[in-house]
């Protein structure tokens, strides 16, 4: 067996508000894969920050204020 097929994924699943380990549930309200427990329990969080990165980089792409 390879190295990476013994690799534990962790999922943040959008519906039940829970961390999975492995992917459990359909794509669809699965955020992820993440290496830890830790990092997928702050998923909304990180997807959050990421996204107010993108606007502000849009913003000042645009030459907005």
Do not use: C, I, Q
Not at 4 to 14: C, Q, R, S
Not at 26 to 44: M, N, Q, V
Request: proline share 3%; hydrophobic share 30%; glycine share 4%.
């Amino acid at each position: 067996m390879h190295e990476a097929d013994d690799k534990t994924e962790y999922y943040f699943n959008t519906h039940t508000r829970m961390v999975e380990k492995g992917r459990l549930s359909p794509w669809e309200h699965l955020l992820g894969p993440y290496d830890t427990f830790e990092e997928a329990s702050k998923a909304l969080e990180t997807a959050e920050k990421r996204s107010d990165a993108w606007d502000e980089a849009d913003a000042d792409w645009k030459g907005e204020d």
